[in-house]
C-alpha cells in the first residue's frame, strides 16, 4: 500500500505565508511527477504546481511568483510554499503523486486534503 499524507495547513492573514508538506511511504520503488491540487467550494479541482523527477515545475498562472514546489527524493516529500497569500487561494490542497510500488505498474495516488484558508 502507498500512503500520501499532507501537513501544514491552516489559518493565515492575507499577505502570510504556509509551507505545505506531503509525504509519501509505503513499498515504493520510484515516484514520478508530484503535484499540488486544491479545491474551493463549488469550484472543480485545480492544478497547482507540478513538479517531475527531475525537479521541472510548472505552476498555474494565479500562483506564479507567489508559490514555490519543491521536492526531497530521499525522504519522498514534497513541499509547496506558499507566499503573499490571497483570500482567493483559500481551498483544500491535495497532494498527488504518480508511484511505482513494488510489484505493480505505476499509479495515481492523492492524500486527504488539508485546508488552507486566508482570511483577515
Known amino acids: 500500500q502507498v500512503q500520501l499524507v499532507e501537513s501544514g495547513g491552516g489559518l493565515v492573514q492575507p499577505g502570510g505565508s504556509l509551507r505545505l508538506s506531503c509525504a509519501a511511504s509505503?513499498?515504493?520503488?520510484?515516484?514520478?511527477?508530484m503535484a499540488w491540487y486544491r479545491q474551493a467550494p463549488g469550484k472543480q479541482r485545480e492544478l497547482v504546481a507540478r513538479?517531475?523527477?527531475?525537479?521541472?515545475?510548472n505552476y498555474a498562472d494565479s500562483v506564479k511568483g507567489r508559490f514555490t514546489i519543491s521536492r526531497d527524493n530521499a525522504k519522498k516529500t514534497v513541499y509547496l510554499q506558499m507566499n503573499s497569500l490571497e483570500p482567493e487561494d483559500t481551498a483544500v490542497y491535495y497532494c498527488?503523486?504518480?508511484?511505482?510500488?513494488?510489484?505493480?505498474?505505476?499509479?495515481?495516488?492523492w492524500g486527504q486534503g488539508t485546508q488552507v484558508t486566508v482570511s483577515s
Open positions: 509505503g513499498s515504493i520503488v520510484s515516484i514520478y511527477n
Open positions: 498527488n503523486a504518480d508511484i511505482r510500488r513494488v510489484g505493480a505498474p505505476s499509479a495515481d495516488y
Open positions: 513538479i517531475n523527477s527531475v525537479s521541472s515545475t
